[in-house]
């Protein structure tokens, strides 16, 4: 069986990417955050990392228990 490579697009510059292809991935550094491309050339974010921080560019999340979660959504981008 031969070996695949996937190959993540990633930016240690950009917030954001400015276009990804049908299916194309991306992770951007800047904002720890995770993209895919869809096939009407939108972008769509995935995941990135959370904080506990009170800090511009979050929302609160509460989880099962009612405790109180922030997150940063789309690397700031609402």
């Given at each position: 069986?031969?070996?695949?490579?996937?190959?993540?697009?990633?930016?240690?510059?950009?917030?954001?990417?400015?276009?990804?292809?049908?299916?194309?991935?991306?992770?951007?550094?800047?904002?720890?955050?995770?993209?895919?491309?869809?096939?009407?050339?939108?972008?769509?974010?995935?995941?990135?990392?959370?904080?506990t921080e009170n800090a511009a560019n979050?929302?609160?999340?509460?989880?099962?228990?009612?405790?109180?979660?922030?997150?940063?959504?789309?690397?700031?981008?609402?």
């Amino acid at each position: 069986m031969a070996n695949t490579t996937i190959q993540i697009l990633r930016s240690y510059a950009n917030t954001r990417p400015s276009n990804l292809d049908d299916g194309e991935l991306a992770y951007s550094f800047v904002s720890n955050t995770f993209f895919i491309g869809d096939r009407d050339g939108k972008i769509i974010t995935v995941g990135g990392l959370t904080t506990t921080e009170n800090a511009a560019n979050t929302v609160v999340l509460r989880d099962q228990n009612g405790n109180i979660n922030v997150a940063t959504i789309d690397g700031g981008n609402f």
